[in-house]
Protein backbone atom coordinates (compact mmCIF):
# COMPACT_ATOMS: atom_id res chain seq x y z
CA UNK A 1 0.00 0.00 0.00
CA UNK A 2 1.28 3.57 -0.80
CA UNK A 3 0.98 6.42 1.71
CA UNK A 4 -0.60 9.42 0.67
CA UNK A 5 1.85 12.49 0.43
CA UNK A 6 2.62 15.35 -1.52
CA UNK A 7 4.60 14.47 -5.67
CA UNK A 8 5.64 17.80 -6.20
CA UNK A 9 9.41 17.99 -6.66
CA UNK A 10 11.73 18.58 -3.99
CA UNK A 11 8.98 17.13 -1.74
CA UNK A 12 9.52 13.37 0.80
CA UNK A 13 9.36 10.49 -1.07
CA UNK A 14 5.72 8.42 -0.90
CA UNK A 15 6.34 5.38 1.84
CA UNK A 16 5.14 2.17 0.22
CA UNK A 17 4.39 -0.24 2.94
CA UNK A 18 5.09 -4.18 2.02
CA UNK A 19 6.28 -5.07 -1.37
CA UNK A 20 4.15 -4.43 -4.22
CA UNK A 21 2.06 -7.59 -5.68
CA UNK A 22 3.70 -8.77 -9.09
CA UNK A 23 0.67 -10.23 -10.86
CA UNK A 24 -1.49 -7.64 -10.35
CA UNK A 25 0.84 -4.67 -11.18
CA UNK A 26 1.14 -6.33 -14.66
CA UNK A 27 -2.41 -6.25 -15.28
CA UNK A 28 -2.39 -2.98 -14.50
CA UNK A 29 0.14 -2.40 -16.85
CA UNK A 30 -1.13 -3.88 -19.29
CA UNK A 31 -4.63 -2.30 -19.40
CA UNK A 32 -3.50 1.14 -20.97
CA UNK A 33 -2.29 -0.78 -24.07
CA UNK A 34 -6.26 -2.12 -24.53
CA UNK A 35 -7.96 -0.24 -27.05
CA UNK A 36 -11.43 -0.48 -25.09
CA UNK A 37 -9.70 0.07 -21.49
CA UNK A 38 -6.98 2.41 -22.13
CA UNK A 39 -9.50 5.40 -21.89
CA UNK A 40 -11.70 4.47 -18.50
CA UNK A 41 -11.04 6.51 -15.23
CA UNK A 42 -8.44 4.74 -13.42
CA UNK A 43 -6.58 3.19 -15.89
CA UNK A 44 -6.20 6.44 -18.94
CA UNK A 45 -3.09 7.89 -18.57
CA UNK A 46 -2.55 12.05 -18.41
CA UNK A 47 0.21 14.72 -19.34
CA UNK A 48 3.09 13.92 -21.22
CA UNK A 49 5.55 14.87 -18.59
CA UNK A 50 7.51 12.53 -16.31
CA UNK A 51 5.23 12.68 -12.88
CA UNK A 52 7.29 13.99 -9.99
CA UNK A 53 6.92 10.69 -8.06
CA UNK A 54 9.41 8.92 -6.06
CA UNK A 55 8.33 6.17 -4.23
CA UNK A 56 10.10 4.65 -1.05
CA UNK A 57 10.22 1.06 0.95
CA UNK A 58 11.79 1.23 4.61
CA UNK A 59 12.99 -1.79 6.43
CA UNK A 60 12.97 -3.98 3.19
CA UNK A 61 14.25 -7.36 4.88
CA UNK A 62 16.11 -9.63 2.56
CA UNK A 63 15.24 -13.13 2.23
CA UNK A 64 17.78 -15.20 2.11
CA UNK A 65 15.64 -18.40 0.29
CA UNK A 66 15.13 -15.52 -2.11
CA UNK A 67 18.65 -14.57 -2.51
CA UNK A 68 19.63 -18.22 -3.08
CA UNK A 69 16.64 -18.93 -5.51
CA UNK A 70 17.92 -15.63 -7.45
CA UNK A 71 21.75 -16.63 -7.11
CA UNK A 72 20.83 -20.37 -8.72
CA UNK A 73 19.05 -18.79 -11.77
CA UNK A 74 21.59 -16.61 -12.68
CA UNK A 75 24.80 -18.65 -12.15
CA UNK A 76 26.14 -16.36 -8.76
CA UNK A 77 27.63 -18.43 -5.92
CA UNK A 78 26.37 -18.34 -2.62
CA UNK A 79 27.84 -15.77 -0.59
CA UNK A 80 26.92 -13.86 3.00
CA UNK A 81 26.31 -10.96 0.59
CA UNK A 82 23.84 -10.70 -2.51
CA UNK A 83 24.50 -10.66 -5.99
CA UNK A 84 25.71 -7.20 -7.12
CA UNK A 85 22.57 -7.37 -9.80
CA UNK A 86 20.02 -8.61 -6.58
CA UNK A 87 19.01 -5.02 -5.32
CA UNK A 88 17.44 -4.45 -8.54
CA UNK A 89 14.48 -6.97 -7.24
CA UNK A 90 13.98 -5.47 -4.27
CA UNK A 91 12.76 -1.66 -6.63
CA UNK A 92 10.78 -3.79 -9.77
CA UNK A 93 8.18 -3.06 -7.53
CA UNK A 94 8.22 0.35 -7.33
CA UNK A 95 9.52 0.84 -11.13
CA UNK A 96 6.23 -1.16 -11.06
CA UNK A 97 3.88 0.92 -9.10
CA UNK A 98 5.64 4.36 -10.57
CA UNK A 99 4.91 3.17 -14.13
CA UNK A 100 1.65 1.80 -13.70
CA UNK A 101 0.17 5.31 -11.82
CA UNK A 102 -2.59 7.26 -13.74
CA UNK A 103 0.46 10.88 -13.74
CA UNK A 104 2.73 8.63 -15.61
CA UNK A 105 2.58 9.41 -19.06
CA UNK A 106 3.20 5.92 -20.82
CA UNK A 107 1.85 1.89 -20.87
CA UNK A 108 4.64 -0.12 -18.93
CA UNK A 109 3.80 -2.62 -21.44
CA UNK A 110 5.66 -1.84 -24.80
CA UNK A 111 8.30 0.30 -22.95
CA UNK A 112 11.77 -1.15 -23.69
CA UNK A 113 14.64 -1.18 -21.58
CA UNK A 114 18.01 0.23 -23.13
CA UNK A 115 20.71 0.45 -20.53
CA UNK A 116 21.39 0.37 -17.55
CA UNK A 117 23.93 1.32 -14.65
CA UNK A 118 24.62 -0.18 -11.38
CA UNK A 119 27.06 1.27 -9.15
CA UNK A 120 27.68 -0.49 -5.78
CA UNK A 121 29.45 1.20 -3.23
CA UNK A 122 30.21 -1.93 -0.87
CA UNK A 123 28.71 -5.28 -0.66
CA UNK A 124 24.99 -5.90 0.98
CA UNK A 125 25.23 -8.36 2.99
CA UNK A 126 22.63 -11.11 3.29
CA UNK A 127 21.24 -10.19 6.91
CA UNK A 128 20.65 -6.21 6.59
CA UNK A 129 17.59 -4.62 6.28
CA UNK A 130 17.47 -1.40 3.46
CA UNK A 131 15.72 1.77 2.46
CA UNK A 132 15.02 1.29 -1.59
CA UNK A 133 13.71 4.49 -3.38
CA UNK A 134 12.77 4.81 -6.89
CA UNK A 135 11.95 7.63 -9.30
CA UNK A 136 11.47 8.29 -12.83
CA UNK A 137 13.55 11.62 -14.45
CA UNK A 138 15.23 13.06 -17.86
CA UNK A 139 12.75 12.36 -19.97
CA UNK A 140 14.54 13.69 -23.59
CA UNK A 141 13.73 13.06 -27.23
CA UNK A 142 15.36 9.68 -28.99
CA UNK A 143 15.66 8.85 -32.24
CA UNK A 144 13.28 6.65 -32.32
CA UNK A 145 10.94 8.29 -29.74
CA UNK A 146 11.71 9.41 -26.21
CA UNK A 147 13.86 8.28 -23.15
CA UNK A 148 13.57 7.99 -19.74
CA UNK A 149 15.84 6.98 -16.61
CA UNK A 150 14.51 5.32 -13.75
CA UNK A 151 16.46 5.94 -10.88
CA UNK A 152 16.62 3.75 -7.45
CA UNK A 153 19.19 4.01 -4.44
CA UNK A 154 19.62 1.38 -1.87
CA UNK A 155 20.45 3.09 1.37
CA UNK A 156 21.57 0.59 4.87
CA UNK A 157 21.18 2.77 8.05
CA UNK A 158 21.43 6.12 6.53
CA UNK A 159 24.63 4.84 4.23
CA UNK A 160 24.05 4.56 0.53
CA UNK A 161 25.10 1.15 -0.76
CA UNK A 162 23.92 1.31 -4.16
CA UNK A 163 22.33 2.78 -6.79
CA UNK A 164 20.78 2.45 -10.40
CA UNK A 165 20.19 3.91 -13.59
CA UNK A 166 17.67 2.08 -16.16
CA UNK A 167 17.17 3.98 -19.33
CA UNK A 168 13.99 3.07 -21.03
CA UNK A 169 12.40 3.70 -24.53
CA UNK A 170 9.14 4.48 -25.65
CA UNK A 171 8.24 4.07 -29.50
CA UNK A 172 6.88 7.07 -31.32
CA UNK A 173 8.04 10.18 -33.77
CA UNK A 174 11.95 10.46 -33.26
CA UNK A 175 14.50 13.22 -33.26
CA UNK A 176 17.33 12.25 -35.85
CA UNK A 177 19.51 14.36 -33.77
CA UNK A 178 18.81 12.99 -30.22
CA UNK A 179 21.93 12.06 -28.60
CA UNK A 180 23.22 8.69 -29.44
CA UNK A 181 23.20 5.68 -26.66
CA UNK A 182 25.81 4.38 -24.83
CA UNK A 183 29.31 2.67 -26.63
CA UNK A 184 31.47 0.37 -24.71
CA UNK A 185 34.45 -0.93 -25.75
CA UNK A 186 34.67 -4.61 -28.16
CA UNK A 187 34.41 -7.59 -26.20
CA UNK A 188 34.99 -10.68 -28.63
CA UNK A 189 33.80 -14.16 -28.09
CA UNK A 190 35.99 -16.01 -26.17
CA UNK A 191 34.67 -19.56 -26.98
CA UNK A 192 31.90 -19.53 -24.04
CA UNK A 193 28.50 -20.41 -25.38
CA UNK A 194 25.45 -21.25 -23.09
CA UNK A 195 22.29 -23.20 -24.42
CA UNK A 196 19.72 -21.46 -22.92
CA UNK A 197 16.45 -23.23 -21.95
CA UNK A 198 12.91 -22.38 -23.77
CA UNK A 199 11.96 -22.17 -19.76
CA UNK A 200 14.61 -19.63 -18.45
CA UNK A 201 12.41 -16.35 -18.44
CA UNK A 202 9.74 -18.64 -16.79
CA UNK A 203 12.08 -19.48 -14.44
CA UNK A 204 13.97 -15.67 -13.60
CA UNK A 205 10.10 -14.51 -13.63
CA UNK A 206 9.45 -16.63 -10.67
CA UNK A 207 12.47 -15.18 -8.90
CA UNK A 208 12.12 -11.40 -9.96
CA UNK A 209 8.71 -11.01 -10.46
CA UNK A 210 8.68 -9.46 -13.76
CA UNK A 211 6.03 -11.37 -15.47
CA UNK A 212 5.91 -9.68 -19.00
CA UNK A 213 4.27 -11.66 -21.91
CA UNK A 214 7.62 -11.37 -23.98
CA UNK A 215 9.58 -13.46 -21.57
CA UNK A 216 7.10 -16.57 -20.96
CA UNK A 217 5.70 -18.09 -23.94
CA UNK A 218 5.92 -18.37 -27.68
CA UNK A 219 2.09 -17.38 -27.98
CA UNK A 220 2.06 -14.19 -25.28
CA UNK A 221 5.72 -13.33 -27.14
CA UNK A 222 4.11 -13.65 -30.43
CA UNK A 223 1.45 -11.35 -29.45
CA UNK A 224 3.74 -8.72 -28.48
CA UNK A 225 5.19 -9.44 -31.86
CA UNK A 226 8.55 -11.21 -30.97
CA UNK A 227 8.79 -14.84 -32.70
CA UNK A 228 9.10 -16.46 -29.45
CA UNK A 229 9.96 -15.88 -25.81
CA UNK A 230 13.14 -14.00 -24.92
CA UNK A 231 15.49 -13.22 -22.10
CA UNK A 232 15.37 -10.83 -19.79
CA UNK A 233 17.94 -8.25 -19.77
CA UNK A 234 18.91 -8.01 -16.31
CA UNK A 235 19.01 -11.83 -16.19
CA UNK A 236 21.48 -11.45 -19.10
CA UNK A 237 23.30 -8.57 -17.28
CA UNK A 238 23.37 -10.62 -13.88
CA UNK A 239 25.06 -13.98 -16.04
CA UNK A 240 27.12 -11.31 -17.16
CA UNK A 241 28.12 -10.10 -13.87
CA UNK A 242 28.20 -13.96 -12.54
CA UNK A 243 31.19 -14.44 -14.93
CA UNK A 244 33.46 -12.22 -13.55
CA UNK A 245 32.20 -11.65 -10.10
CA UNK A 246 35.47 -13.22 -8.48
CA UNK A 247 37.54 -10.14 -10.27
CA UNK A 248 35.40 -7.34 -9.22
CA UNK A 249 36.34 -5.06 -6.13
CA UNK A 250 33.68 -4.53 -3.61
CA UNK A 251 33.38 -0.60 -4.98
CA UNK A 252 31.88 -1.42 -8.78
CA UNK A 253 30.36 0.38 -11.79
CA UNK A 254 28.52 -2.13 -14.20
CA UNK A 255 27.02 -0.50 -17.16
CA UNK A 256 25.33 -2.62 -20.01
CA UNK A 257 23.71 -1.82 -23.22
CA UNK A 258 20.79 -3.90 -24.70
CA UNK A 259 20.92 -4.65 -28.31
CA UNK A 260 18.74 -7.51 -29.79
CA UNK A 261 16.64 -9.92 -27.99
CA UNK A 262 17.83 -13.17 -26.80
CA UNK A 263 15.30 -15.64 -28.44
CA UNK A 264 14.61 -18.94 -26.43
CA UNK A 265 15.51 -21.73 -26.07
CA UNK A 266 18.83 -20.99 -28.25
CA UNK A 267 22.74 -20.68 -27.39
CA UNK A 268 24.36 -17.25 -26.55
CA UNK A 269 28.43 -16.47 -26.68
CA UNK A 270 29.70 -14.44 -23.88
CA UNK A 271 33.03 -12.28 -24.39
CA UNK A 272 35.20 -10.60 -22.17
CA UNK A 273 38.95 -8.18 -22.24
CA UNK A 274 40.43 -6.66 -19.43
CA UNK A 275 40.44 -2.88 -19.73
CA UNK A 276 42.81 -0.81 -17.85
CA UNK A 277 40.07 0.01 -14.72
CA UNK A 278 37.62 -3.11 -14.87
CA UNK A 279 36.47 -5.34 -17.83
CA UNK A 280 34.80 -4.90 -21.09
CA UNK A 281 31.86 -7.77 -21.59
CA UNK A 282 29.52 -9.14 -24.42
CA UNK A 283 26.70 -11.53 -25.58
CA UNK A 284 26.02 -12.15 -29.13
CA UNK A 285 24.76 -14.70 -31.03
CA UNK A 286 27.20 -17.27 -31.69
CA UNK A 287 26.17 -18.35 -35.17
CA UNK A 288 25.65 -14.84 -36.94
CA UNK A 289 28.16 -12.82 -33.95
CA UNK A 290 24.79 -9.96 -33.80
CA UNK A 291 25.24 -8.03 -30.61
CA UNK A 292 22.97 -9.00 -27.74
CA UNK A 293 24.39 -7.17 -24.72
CA UNK A 294 27.71 -5.06 -24.56
CA UNK A 295 29.05 -3.57 -20.96
CA UNK A 296 31.83 -2.97 -19.14
CA UNK A 297 32.84 -2.74 -15.33
CA UNK A 298 34.54 0.16 -13.98
CA UNK A 299 36.37 -0.34 -10.21
CA UNK A 300 35.28 2.67 -8.37
Known amino acids: ?160 VWEETSTFLRRGRGDDGAAAGRSFPEAPPTGIVWQLPGDLGRRYAAVSGDHNPIHLYPLTAKALGFPRQIAHGMWSKARCVAMLENRLPDAVRVEVAFKKPVLLPGPVAFGSRPLEDGYAFSLSSPRSGAPHLAGRTQGL
Open 1 to 160: MVSTGSTNEGSAPRVVEGSPHALPMLLKAALPSVPALGALPGIRKHGSELPHLALTRHDVPIDPSHVAAYAEVCGFPRKDTVPLTYPHLLAFGLHMAIMTDTSFPFPAIGTVHLENSITQHRPVAVAEKVQVTARAENLRPHAKGQVFDMLTTVHSAGEL
